[in-house]
């Protein structure tokens, strides 16, 4: 089991960017598939992105694609969520996720494993 903890989530205005950071207590953190997920105010949890064990490989919601970024640090043991031109609408709780088993083309969460506590974005038009 490894422990999720994201910062940098913020209030902005639409057009900003935003960069979220994912800190894992695992020291075998290059072990797991790290995704990030959002959650708006009566909706579904939904998937954003998932990056592979060595980052080499990314998986994008179609809704980010070519807006977002994700990364990750296997030494720190930290994954990464850089947000440009962000949009009223990417307005959620976001998530950090971890798989052990998983790959980046899984984006359901009960693929994941492990979970954050969750930090806000919001982002005004």
């Known amino acids: 089991q490894v422990q999720l903890v994201e910062s940098g989530g913020g209030l902005v205005q639409a057009g900003d960017s935003l960069r979220l950071s994912c800190a894992a207590s695992e020291r075998t953190f290059s072990n797991y598939v790290i995704a990030w997920f959002r959650q708006a105010p009566g909706k579904e949890r939904e998937f954003v992105s998932a990056?592979?064990?060595?980052?080499?490989?990314?998986n994008y919601a179609d809704s980010v694609q070519g807006r977002f970024t994700i990364s990750r640090d296997n030494a720190m043991k930290k994954g990464y969520l850089q947000m440009n031109s962000l949009k009223p609408e990417d307005t959620a709780v976001y998530y950090c996720?971890?798989?052990?088993?998983?790959?980046?083309?899984?984006?359901?969460?009960?693929?994941?494993?492990?979970w954050g506590q969750g930090t806000q974005v919001t982002v005004s038009s």
């Open positions: 990056i592979s064990r060595s980052g080499a490989i990314t």
């Open positions: 996720a971890a798989a052990f088993t998983g790959r980046t083309s899984n984006t359901h969460p009960r693929q994941y494993d492990d």
